[in-house]
């Protein structure tokens, strides 16, 4: 099935430093989630964008959705040891007529050092 | 936000068994689950679409005998991984649509980790 680009692949960052991770598509999406995942969990919703352009912010987190409606990015700021953990973006095509599944970005893995 | 839990939250079988599980949305009703599976190290990949009352719509490449789903109410979805190998070992996670808001926005379950052996 078909993956949305997400970089980078892995971030190794000092704890305090902020952080910046953007998914890209071939195709568009009226819908942008970004998620967390904890090992051995399932993904916990982070932020929600549902406007090209929107810029919206969870706490740390602030994410934008694309104004192409192919692209988005999720910052973190000053982060903490508990950000660690693999980040995933979905994109959505929200129908009348249902379906509306989501595809998964390939997951950015983030470590943080003390 | 919406709680959906899965069980078991781990199984351990041998070759040619089949195995259950279950996906519940706890405190909202879920006209549409789906199921993942997701390798190590690995994205999510959707397997099927599952409608409540209706058959479940199959990803391309993924055999409907093999992974039999039901959803027989409005809360609960099963996958039953039919005569099961071990390259059916995976982490298996379901998620379900709460249709209350506009945004359809899905909740994920914990997860099901399968170790066929």
């Known amino acids: 099935g078909q993956q949305l680009n997400q970089s980078p692949q892995s971030m190794f960052i000092q704890e305090g430093e902020d952080v910046s991770m953007n998914c890209t598509s071939s195709?568009?999406?009226?819908?942008w989630l970004w998620y967390k995942q904890d090992p051995g969990e399932g993904p916990v919703l982070l932020i929600a964008?549902?406007?090209?352009?929107e810029l919206t912010s969870n706490g740390r987190l602030t994410a934008q959705f694309g104004i192409t409606r192919k692209d988005s990015f999720l910052n973190i700021s000053a982060s903490i040891p508990s950000d660690v953990g693999i980040y995933f973006c979905a994109g959505q095509l929200v129908r009348s007529g249902g379906g509306n599944k989501l595809t998964f970005g390939t997951g950015t893995q983030l470590k943080v050092e003390l | 936000g919406a709680v959906v839990s899965q069980h078991p939250s781990r199984v351990i079988c041998k070759s040619g068994t089949s195995v259950k599980i279950e996906c519940r949305s706890l405190d909202f009703q879920a006209t549409t689950m789906f199921w993942y599976r997701q390798f190590p190290k690995q994205s999510l990949m959707l397997m099927a679409t599952s409608n409540e009352g209706s058959k479940a719509t199959y990803e391309q490449g993924v055999e409907k005998d093999k992974f039999l789903i039901n959803h027989a109410s409005l809360t609960l979805s099963t996958l039953t991984v039919t005569s099961a190998h071990p390259e059916d070992s995976s982490f298996y996670i379901c998620?379900?649509?709460?249709?209350?808001?506009?945004?359809?926005?899905?909740?994920f379950g914990p997860g099901t980790r399968l170790t066929v052996l």
């Open positions: 964008l549902y406007k090209a352009g």
């Open positions: 998620s379900a649509r709460d249709g209350r808001g506009v945004e359809n926005t899905q909740y």
């Open positions: 195709s568009i999406f009226n819908t």
